[in-house]
């Protein structure tokens, strides 16, 4: 037998008198991970109870599996006359043009239309120039609304008369600032209306910095030419303000909104998106919109409204109201004129605070300042009664 210290511990009397009591290895060392592999043989244990019993034992209960949400329902046909909303964009704007498709699934009198383009905006107009294409596009969806949301691949140098100036410089900001309102008249001067949902903020705070800036021209374009502009920074940063990748979903559950990456929109996050251009699209578009006004199969049709009859000879007069001033004919409660006098008589507090006269002071009073003080008037006191006791004298 080997040695107890060779074991790890020190040989000791108990050992030498009933020997050496082995210990589970898993005490002194982590054993390396095994290979899942399947046994050639079942354990005794095993063998035991196939032998004796024949019945098949069932197995134990897997954990129970987290409820996956429901499958969203297929959208439903589109009307023939459903009105169009045109969404254009960058790579964010199409993650908008997603999430309004899912918002108006269910709604057959909507219909989006996706022609974005991930990598355009106002700078590299030799990409792709949204003023030279909006008209054609316009032409070609003959949209309801149109839904705006470009500008997150504009944080590069702009190029004007060969010379190239930085971002956000006086130079820079005056051009970009005159192809946006440019594209915006574009838009305004077909006669469509148009909603422009603002960037949300970015992980890295220089870009969100700087699309802070690019939102303030954009909503000033938009409102210039009678535009709406959605501003959906707040629902993407957390109490702080500063850049979240999470936050609360629609339905107010705490959901992924941004990639790892902090710039791209997960589907969750295009939702949201949606959510904030939902509201003006529905102003400009009407109860079409409304999900209150979709009707869903099986509702029953509304009941065509009776003809106008002549109105019922009324025998019976209803209680008057005592909160009604205007019955006869006067907007005065009875008794408001009883006890009231033609001359104006204030009180020590209305002359104080309406005209800023102080009342007299009563002589003999802390407030009393008069100089010389007036004598006090007091009750005169009836003489004391003397006799010849009291004083000790004789007459």
């Known amino acids: 037998m080997p040695d107890a210290a060779a074991q790890g511990r020190p040989r000791t009397l108990f050992d030498m008198f009933f020997g050496r009591r082995e210990a589970p290895p898993d005490y002194y060392y982590d054993p390396p991970p095994r290979r899942a592999t399947r046994p050639s043989k079942p354990p005794p244990a095993a063998r035991r109870r196939s032998s004796t019993d024949s019945t098949p034992r069932s197995r134990a209960p897997a954990a129970a599996e987290v409820p996956s ?63 030279a294409k909006i008209k054609a596009i316009l032409d070609e969806e003959k949209p309801a609304a149109v839904v705006v949301m470009i500008g997150a691949n504009d944080r590069q140098p702009i190029s004007l008369d060969g010379m190239s100036y930085a971002p ?7 051009e970009y600032t005159r192809r946006v309102d440019q594209f915006v008249n574009a838009i305004k001067t077909a006669g469509y209306p148009f909603v422009w949902v603002g960037q949300p903020p970015f992980k890295p705070r220089g870009m969100s910095q700087d699309i802070l800036a690019l939102n303030e021209i954009y909503r000033n374009a938009a409102e210039k030419a009678g535009g709406s502009f959605a501003d959906v920074w707040d629902g993407f940063v957390d109490e702080a303000g500063n850049f979240s990748l999470s936050g609360f979903d629609i339905n107010g559950q705490t959901a992924r909104l941004r990639a790892n990456d902090g710039i791209n929109i997960t589907q969750a996050g295009k939702r949201k998106l949606a959510f904030y251009a939902e509201k003006p699209l529905r102003q400009l578009l009407g109860g079409s919109l409304s999900p209150d006004g979709v009707q869903k199969p099986g509702d029953l049709p509304q009941q065509a409204p009776a003809e106008a009859k002549a109105p019922a000879r009324i025998d019976r007069i209803a209680p008057v109201s005592l909160n009604d001033l205007d019955l006869d004919g006067s907007n005065e409660l009875l008794g408001a004129t009883l006890g009231t006098s033609t001359a104006s008589i204030k009180s020590a507090r209305d002359l104080l605070v309406i005209d800023g006269v102080a009342a007299k002071p009563q002589p003999g009073r802390a407030d009393d300042f008069t100089w010389p003080r007036k004598p006090v008037l007091t009750a005169r006191q009836p003489p004391v009664p003397t006799d010849d006791t009291t004083t000790g004298t004789t007459p």
């Open 168 to 174: 956000r410089s006086s130079e820079w900001t005056a």
């Open 69 to 131: 949400r429901p499958a969203a329902p297929p959208p439903v046909e589109k009307n023939p006359d459903a009105k169009t909303i045109l969404v254009i964009g960058d790579f964010i704007g199409g993650g908008l043009a997603d999430g309004l498709t899912e918002a108006f699934a269910q709604n057959p009198e909507a219909q989006v239309a996706n022609r974005v383009n991930g990598s355009s905006g106002f700078v590299r107009t030799d990409h792709y120039d949204w003023t």
